[in-house]
């Protein structure tokens, strides 16, 4: 039985690491840069940021060609209801101290 890494093409970009090898270290910095060497074979680029308000890291796939943002983990949306959460957390903290 196939591995959930190798039906998704990741077994090829080091997942097998995380699935179960616990004495061999991962480096992502490597994992990373071959993630983004697959994309670029199928015309997407990836780009990884941490968001300002939120703190979260937030991935893009982007197209190739034009540059637009194809999908982005998470969401725009989510990542402004995750501030206004923190918003309303601390306007709470505020009022009950």
Do not use: C, W, Y
């Amino acid at each position: 039985m196939p591995s959930p890494h190798s039906e998704t093409g990741l077994s090829s970009l080091g997942a097998e690491n995380v699935s179960g090898k616990a004495d061999q270290k991962l480096d992502v910095g490597e994992v990373v840069e071959r993630i983004r060497t697959q994309m670029q074979t199928l015309q997407r680029d990836l780009n990884f940021s941490v968001d300002d308000s939120t703190g979260q890291v937030v991935v893009q796939v982007l197209d190739g060609d034009s540059g637009k943002v194809v999908r982005q983990i998470p969401s725009e949306d989510i990542l402004r209801l995750a501030e206004r959460l923190d918003e309303m957390r601390s306007l709470l903290f505020e009022a009950t101290a």
